[in-house]
């Protein structure tokens, strides 16, 4: 129903700059709040940084002043850009977004979930 396909990623030295791009596709009504996740090797999935449909943001402490969320509601994409990147960045990012599907039958509710991207392994070397 919905897809969101990431982009970007792969590797960098320490104090560079990497874009990652998250589209989505399908019948979809709106997104709302859109998220970027990341998850370094043998440690857990933490949450990285967070848009709203009202474009407010917040980041965590790890990545905040070096991460900036954005996102086009035209393009129905959102995008993480890092600069000043760390050798503790280095981690498979994902993308996912709360969604409001469009209804396949006339008369019905839109439907809420949330949808994940692929995943993309960013590594970040001295």
């Known amino acids: 129903q919905v897809q969101l396909v990431q982009s970007g990623g792969g590797s960098v030295e320490a104090g560079g700059s990497l874009e990652l791009s998250c589209a989505a596709s399908?019948?979809?009504?709106?997104?709302?709040?859109a998220n970027w996740f990341r998850q370094p090797p043998g440690k857990p999935r933490e949450l990285v940084a967070t848009i709203t449909a009202g474009f407010s943001t917040t980041y965590a402490e790890s990545v905040e002043g070096r991460f900036t969320i954005s996102r086009s509601n035209v393009k129905r994409s959102f995008y993480l850009h890092m600069k000043d990147l760390k050798r503790e960045d280095t981690a498979v990012y994902y993308c996912?977004?709360?969604?409001?599907?469009?209804?396949?039958?006339?008369?019905?509710?839109?439907?809420?979930?949330?949808?994940w991207g692929q995943g993309t392994q960013v590594t970040v070397s001295a």
């Open positions: 399908g019948r979809i009504f709106s997104i709302n709040t």
């Open positions: 996912s977004a709360d969604v409001e599907t469009i209804p396949t039958i006339m008369g019905g509710r839109v439907s809420n979930n949330t949808y």
